[in-house]
């Protein structure tokens, strides 16, 4: 893979561009797409953002959201923009089977495709691209790509508005350990350029229905089981959970958080079933790596104390494999 600085002649003449994420984005996958997608328009390129999926209400309020195109609800008009496109951009995933439906599509096409990412192993499917694991979020290599490319002059507000918001939710609100001074440095030349942090802080974590927080006391109360002999803490929640309290994508974001506030706690999961699949995801204080937990257990994998996985079995024989996974490493999480 070459580097993200050598994409620079590939910019200097309009072209038919496509940025595209991983399935269910987050804020990061969407912010980073949006931030690029601002950039390259006023480059003069013809550009369309793709999701593989639906994304969450509470990001829908990002500059240029409103045009991103739904793989799976709009596949025709998707298909349109991908027809003949020159340079395809791939952000905040590094394997194209995380695409979902999208995955077989892109695999297809000709074209030049570019990575820009921050997870663990990237696939060999890209000519040009960054994929740096120091990174806090995709977001903050899309600003810093910008600089190599010495466009800086072109980050307005829409911009900053979008790098800020995946940068914020990937560092946990600048709580994690990839929180370094190059992440505060560009906060502040964000904040030199207009931004205004509050604003979008109330956007992503004041921006929820009341069903949700039902959900959360409910899910703490009832569904949560704490591993003491293992440092562990865990949240399965059945599909039923789901119906009931009515969630919609995004609704069960940073859940998994609150367990790593139990004093002690070195790994938590949240372990959903989501009717189709179970879904697993895996966050870890100090020197216990989910992102090989995940891999070896659960066909997934991510950072190095935030990962995800899946299972095809029901909830509990998922739950009764990850307690057999916990105590196969109850060594490493003492």
Same mark, same amino acid.
């Given at each position: 893979?070459?580097?993200?600085?050598?994409?620079?002649?590939?910019?200097?003449?309009?072209?038919?561009?496509?940025?595209?994420?991983?399935?269910?984005?987050?804020?990061?996958?969407?912010?980073?797409?949006?931030?690029?997608?601002?950039?390259?328009?006023?480059?003069?390129?013809?550009?369309?953002?793709?999701?593989?999926?639906?994304?969450?209400?509470?990001?829908?309020?990002?500059?240029?959201?409103?045009?991103?195109?739904?793989?799976?609800?709009?596949?025709?008009?998707?298909?349109?923009?991908?027809?003949?496109?020159?340079?395809?951009?791939?952000?905040?995933?590094?394997?194209?089977?995380?695409?979902?439906?999208?995955?077989?599509?892109?695999?297809?096409?000709?074209?030049?495709?570019?990575?820009?990412?921050?997870?663990?192993?990237?696939?060999?499917?890209?000519?040009?691209?960054?994929?740096?694991?120091?990174?806090?979020?995709?977001?903050?290599? !899309?600003?810093?790509?910008?600089?190599? %490319?010495? $466009?800086?002059? =072109?980050?307005?507000?829409? +911009?900053? /508005?979008? *790098? @800020?918001?995946?940068?914020?939710?990937?560092?946990?609100?600048?709580?994690?350990?990839?929180?370094?001074?190059? !992440?505060?440095?560009?906060?502040?030349? %964000?904040? $030199?350029?207009? =931004?205004?942090?509050?604003? +979008?802080? /109330?956007? *992503? @974590?004041?921006?929820?229905?009341?069903?949700?927080?039902?959900?959360?006391?409910?899910?703490?109360?009832?569904?949560?089981?704490?591993?003491?002999?293992?440092?562990?803490?865990?949240?399965?929640?059945?599909?039923?959970?789901?119906?009931?309290?009515?969630?919609?994508?995004?609704?069960?974001?940073?859940?998994?958080?609150?367990?790593?506030?139990?004093?002690?706690?070195?790994?938590?999961?949240?372990?959903?079933?989501?009717?189709?699949?179970?879904?697993?995801?895996?966050?870890?204080?100090?020197?216990?790596?989910?992102?090989?937990?995940?891999?070896?257990?659960?066909?997934?994998?991510?950072?190095?104390?935030?990962?995800?996985?899946?299972?095809?079995?029901?909830?509990?024989?998922?739950?009764?494999?990850?307690?057999?996974?916990?105590?196969?490493?109850?060594?490493?999480?003492?």
């Amino acid at each position: 893979m070459k580097p993200i600085e050598e994409i620079k002649p590939l910019l200097e003449a309009p072209k038919k561009v496509v940025i595209t994420m991983h399935q269910k984005p987050d804020a990061d996958a969407m912010g980073s797409s949006l931030a690029l997608y601002h950039y390259l328009i006023q480059k003069g390129h013809q550009v369309t953002v793709i999701s593989p999926t639906n994304f969450p209400d509470f990001l829908k309020w990002m500059p240029g959201a409103e045009g991103v195109i739904d793989f799976e609800s709009s596949t025709d008009k998707a298909m349109e923009a991908l027809k003949d496109i020159q340079l395809l951009f791939c952000l905040d995933f590094n394997a194209l089977y995380r695409t979902k439906n999208m995955a077989p599509h892109l695999e297809a096409v000709k074209c030049t495709k570019i990575l820009i990412d921050h997870h663990l192993e990237p696939q060999p499917d890209f000519e040009y691209g960054v994929s740096d694991t120091s990174a806090s979020s995709t977001a903050q290599l !899309v600003y810093e790509t910008i600089y190599k %490319l010495g $466009d800086e002059k =072109l980050i307005n507000l829409d +911009i900053a /508005q979008c *790098i @800020y918001a995946g940068t914020v939710t990937d560092t946990g609100s600048f709580r994690f350990a990839s929180t370094t001074a190059r !992440v505060h440095r560009m906060v502040a030349d %964000l904040m $030199d350029r207009g =931004l205004r942090h509050e604003i +979008i802080h /109330q956007e *992503i @974590y004041d921006n929820f229905l009341e069903n949700r927080l039902r959900f959360l006391g409910h899910s703490l109360l009832n569904r949560m089981e704490v591993f003491y002999e293992y440092n562990t803490a865990m949240l399965a929640i059945p599909y039923s959970d789901l119906k009931r309290f009515d969630l919609q994508t995004g609704d069960t974001e940073g859940l998994v958080n609150f367990l790593l506030s139990i004093q002690g706690i070195k790994m938590a999961a949240l372990i959903i079933d989501r009717n189709s699949e179970v879904k697993l995801s895996f966050r870890s204080k100090g020197n216990f790596d989910v992102n090989t937990f995940a891999r070896r257990y659960f066909e997934g994998g991510g950072h190095f104390n935030a990962s995800g996985g899946r299972s095809t079995d029901s909830l509990e024989k998922t739950v009764n494999r990850f307690i057999k996974a916990v105590e196969e490493n109850e060594t490493l999480l003492q």
